[in-house]
């Protein structure tokens, strides 16, 4: 259960201009049991997590495989059950919706899949699956539709005419083309994307990442970016949060963040990013954690951090640090995170190449 200090201090983030507020989200999986007198074992996918995007911004929610920042995502877009917690999206409270009220708000937030591939109907024409959201959802007539599907198409910067074509016509860059003008299709506020680019060739990837921004600044979306590529995360997010084991370590705006990663595990993540010496890239001061991140089934009753950080300390593992916001906008789960004249320092320091 969260702390008093992590129920209230979210809030404080909240604004006349957010879009959506996440508040003490928990997924939880129960687990069939592994004997006839064992108890029944839970997986703690999220475990306590808030957080608040503002109308026309992106934030990207990072970490490694098993943080649980995928199931966040789909929690949010109410494709994964939620155990407890509140998601409310402008004025509508998402996590009350079922059956058709459900249905009808789906117009207001979609998501892009992570895999160009596999999130197509290979027996689906590309024009049927950006029309088919439209003709799910009964908008406009058959001919606006049509009209609809053909600006689309102009928007992410394919031609009209391969609407005929299918998916195996199509390179991977396209095919997640065709995926954003479907997510496009009912002009949601909210679009959630779930790793978009990593399935992409290199080269690919900047293409798809500026169409994205383009298609924000000109739409005035809102985006909830998932991914685990630090260096895609700096080009296109407004704010970031990491997470750890089903929780947030950390949350800050991408500049202050980038500069001046606090938590010990963001630190490490930032120093696996190759960075640009002498025209070469290398990323040879990597900090190498140790062992590996405690089971989600029965996680440790202190920093879940603190068995793989080289900075823990006795207490880390005694009690589980709140999320505290160290200064304005920067938040941050380490006890030992410490303000210097008025500047966090954080414990852990990136090593200089």
Same mark, same amino acid.
Request: overall charge positive.
């Given at each position: 259960?969260?702390?008093?200090?992590?129920?209230?201090?979210?809030?404080?983030?909240?604004?006349?201009?957010?879009?959506?507020?996440?508040?003490?989200?928990?997924?939880?999986?129960?687990?069939?049991?592994?004997?006839?007198?064992?108890?029944?074992?839970?997986?703690?996918?999220?475990?306590?997590?808030?957080?608040?995007?503002?109308?026309?911004?992106?934030?990207?929610?990072?970490?490694?495989?098993?943080?649980?920042?995928?199931?966040?995502?789909?929690?949010?877009?109410?494709?994964?059950?939620?155990?407890?917690?509140?998601? /409310?999206?402008?004025?509508?409270?998402?996590?009350?919706?079922?059956?058709?009220?459900?249905?009808?708000?789906?117009?207001?937030?979609?998501?892009?899949?992570?895999?160009?591939?596999?999130?197509?109907?290979?027996?689906?024409?590309?024009?049927?699956?950006?029309?088919?959201?439209?003709?799910?959802?009964?908008?406009?007539?058959?001919?606006?539709?049509?009209?609809?599907?053909?600006?689309?198409?102009?928007?992410?910067?394919?031609?009209?005419? /391969?609407?005929?074509?299918?998916?195996?016509?199509?390179?991977?860059?396209?095919? /997640?083309?065709?995926?954003?003008? +479907?997510?496009?299709?009912?002009?949601?506020?909210?679009?959630?994307?779930?790793?978009?680019?990593?399935?992409?060739?290199?080269?690919? +990837?900047?293409?798809?990442?500026?169409?994205?921004?383009?298609?924000?600044?000109?739409?005035?979306?809102?985006?909830?970016?998932?991914?685990?590529?630090?260096?895609?995360?700096?080009?296109?997010?407004?704010?970031?949060?990491?997470?750890?084991?089903?929780?947030?370590?950390?949350?800050?705006?991408?500049?202050?963040?980038?500069?001046?990663?606090?938590?010990?595990?963001?630190?490490?993540?930032?120093?696996?990013?190759?960075?640009?010496?002498?025209?070469?890239?290398?990323?040879? /001061?990597?900090?190498?954690?140790?062992?590996?991140?405690?089971?989600?089934?029965?996680?440790?009753?202190?920093?879940?951090?603190?068995?793989?950080?080289?900075?823990?300390?006795?207490?880390?593992?005694?009690?589980?640090?709140?999320?505290?916001?160290?200064?304005?906008?920067?938040?941050?789960?380490?006890?030992?995170?410490?303000?210097?004249?008025?500047?966090?320092?954080?414990?852990?320091?990136?090593?200089?190449?």
């Amino acid at each position: 259960m969260a702390s008093p200090i992590e129920q209230v201090a979210p809030t404080a983030l909240a604004s006349s201009n957010t879009l959506l507020s996440v508040r003490d989200l928990h997924v939880h999986f129960p687990r069939a049991k592994s004997g006839w007198f064992q108890p029944p074992e839970v997986v703690k996918a999220v475990d306590g997590v808030s957080f608040d995007v503002t109308r026309g911004t992106t934030l990207a929610i990072v970490g490694e495989s098993g943080s649980g920042k995928t199931t966040t995502a789909l929690a949010v877009m109410r494709l994964s059950p939620v155990t407890s917690g509140h998601i /409310q999206l402008g004025d509508t409270d998402l996590g009350a919706l079922e059956g058709e009220a459900l249905r009808q708000a789906r117009t207001r937030l979609q998501i892009i899949f992570q895999d160009p591939f596999s999130s197509l109907n290979p027996r689906e024409r590309a024009g049927a699956a950006v029309r088919a959201p439209l003709d799910l959802m009964q908008v406009g007539t058959p001919a606006q539709r049509t009209e609809r599907v053909a600006e689309l198409f102009k928007a992410v910067g394919l031609r009209p005419e /391969q609407q005929h074509l299918f998916p195996h016509q199509f390179s991977g860059g396209q095919r /997640q083309r065709i995926n954003i003008a +479907r997510a496009l299709a009912t002009n949601p506020e909210l679009v959630v994307c779930d790793e978009p680019v990593s399935a992409l060739d290199i080269a690919i +990837r900047a293409q798809i990442l500026n169409l994205l921004a383009r298609l924000q600044r000109e739409l005035g979306l809102t985006y909830l970016f998932i991914s685990h590529d630090m260096a895609v995360v700096e080009h296109i997010c407004d704010d970031i949060a990491v997470m750890y084991l089903g929780q947030i370590v950390e949350r800050g705006p991408r500049k202050a963040f980038f500069a001046n990663p606090l938590h010990p595990y963001s630190v490490a993540l930032m120093s696996a990013v190759p960075t640009v010496h002498g025209g070469r890239k290398h990323a040879a /001061q990597r900090i190498k954690l140790s062992g590996d991140p405690p089971s989600p089934i029965n996680p440790p009753a202190g920093c879940r951090f603190a068995g793989r950080c080289p900075m823990a300390e006795p207490a880390c593992v005694a009690e589980l640090p709140p999320l505290r916001e160290v200064v304005p906008g920067h938040w941050v789960r380490c006890r030992r995170v410490d303000i210097v004249d008025g500047l966090p320092r954080a414990p852990l320091q990136m090593p200089t190449a």
